[in-house]
């Protein structure tokens, strides 16, 4: 005699809009922390109150938002074995060498590379380039934990509903606009400056580019969120770091620097992939495809321990 399962409305629902959820929590869990500061004396002090100097300088909504919202909608729908696969994927480093290469020397150069187009280096001040830039990632390394959430969680998801360019551009506009309350926060701006318009038009550029290259490369490395984590640190790379080598630059001509580099190289793998981002064509969902199965939001490698457990 069969029995049948009742699914409560609400799980029904969160299983066929996982991703309007995500976003939902993700965004709601950072601004929770953010638009408070920017409403203070440290943001664009429209209400007469300070805010801890820990909340003005650092969000615990950058990691807790998007990497947060991950891990609650994963055990929701998934459940334990779902976070723990989601939790393996942060120490999948068995990936091939040119890729710790491509991520720790490339991501330099090219920046370095885009700033000679506006500007001569300062040879001699290299040793200080490469002291700020080792710094500075171990830095983002240490503290940068979105990974989990726009890479983990939302980007298999996209490139399964609208193909991995296009839900490599929808997931860097939703990244983007995540960043708009540290805009107005100048100790945490991502272009570490106070907000100007033509800033925000050139982070959108360069984040909407980076975007394109992330998923490059994390279809490439079987969806390491290990790897996604290094190439967010190494590209975090700053003004101040470009300043070591170049002189005085500013923070727009850094945004348009880091603009342009990502921009070309976004549109290199583009061209070079014929717009695939190296996702692997058979997992590719027809348009009139409207059913997504949890099952097949996992990656490649994991559907083959399965089979190969069950045998």
Same mark, same amino acid.
């Given at each position: 005699?069969?029995?049948?399962?009742?699914?409560?409305?609400?799980?029904?629902?969160?299983?066929?809009?996982?991703?309007?959820?995500?976003?939902?929590?993700?965004?709601?869990?950072?601004?929770?922390?953010?638009?408070?500061?920017?409403?203070?004396?440290?943001?664009? /002090? *429209?209400?007469?109150?300070?805010? %801890?100097? !820990?909340?003005?300088?650092?969000? =615990?909504?950058?990691?807790?938002?998007?990497? +947060?919202?991950?891990?609650?909608?994963?055990?929701?729908?998934?459940?334990?074995?779902?976070?723990?696969?989601?939790?393996?994927?942060?120490?999948?480093?068995?990936?091939?060498?040119?890729?710790?290469?491509?991520?720790?020397?490339?991501?330099?150069?090219?920046?370095?590379?885009?700033?000679?187009?506006?500007?001569?280096?300062?040879?001699?001040?290299?040793?200080?380039?490469?002291?700020?830039?080792?710094?500075?990632?171990?830095?983002?390394?240490?503290?940068?934990?979105?990974?989990? /959430? *726009?890479?983990?969680?939302?980007? %298999?998801? !996209?490139?399964?509903?609208?193909? =991995?360019?296009?839900?490599?551009?929808?997931? +860097?506009?939703?990244?983007?606009?995540w960043h708009l309350p540290l805009m107005f926060i100048p100790t945490q701006s991502p272009y570490g400056h106070t907000f100007t318009w033509a800033l925000a038009l050139f982070f959108f550029m360069q984040i909407m580019a980076k975007s394109v290259n992330y998923t490059w490369i994390f279809n490439n490395t079987g969806g390491s969120l290990l790897m996604a984590t290094l190439i967010h640190a190494a590209t975090s790379i700053n003004a101040h770091d470009i300043e070591q080598l170049f002189g005085a630059t500013g923070a727009l001509m850094?945004?348009?620097?880091?603009?342009?580099?990502?921009?070309?190289?976004?549109?290199?793998?583009?061209?070079?992939?014929?717009?695939?981002?190296?996702?692997?064509?058979?997992?590719?969902?027809?348009?009139?495809?409207?059913?997504?199965?949890?099952?097949?939001?996992?990656?490649?490698?994991?559907?083959?321990?399965?089979?190969?457990?069950?045998?």
């Open positions: 005699m069969s029995q049948t399962i009742a699914i409560s409305p609400w799980r029904c629902w969160l299983k066929q809009h996982s991703l309007l959820a995500y976003f939902i929590l993700a965004f709601s869990i950072s601004w929770l922390f953010e638009l408070p500061v920017v409403l203070s004396h440290a943001g664009l /002090g *429209w209400l007469p109150y300070n805010v %801890p100097p !820990l909340l003005a300088n650092s969000s =615990p909504g950058v990691p807790l938002g998007p990497t +947060g919202a991950a891990f609650i909608l994963t055990a929701l729908l998934e459940g334990k074995v779902g976070v723990m696969r989601l939790l393996k994927r942060y120490v999948q480093w068995r990936v091939s060498l040119k890729w710790y290469l491509l991520i720790l020397l490339g991501s330099p150069l090219l920046m370095l590379l885009s700033a000679s187009v506006f500007s001569a280096p300062h040879l001699q001040r290299l040793p200080f380039f490469l002291s700020s830039y080792s710094t500075h990632l171990l830095i983002a390394l240490a503290i940068n934990w979105e990974e989990g /959430g *726009w890479r983990g969680f939302a980007l %298999p998801r !996209l490139q399964k509903l609208a193909g =991995p360019l296009w839900g490599s551009l929808i997931l +860097g506009f939703m990244w983007g606009t850094a945004q348009a620097e880091a603009a342009l580099a990502y921009g070309v190289l976004a549109l290199l793998v583009i061209a070079l992939t014929r717009g695939t981002l190296s996702y692997p064509l058979q997992k590719a969902v027809l348009k009139d495809d409207k059913k997504l199965q949890e099952k097949d939001l996992m990656w490649p490698e994991d559907t083959t321990r399965r089979k190969e457990r069950s045998r």
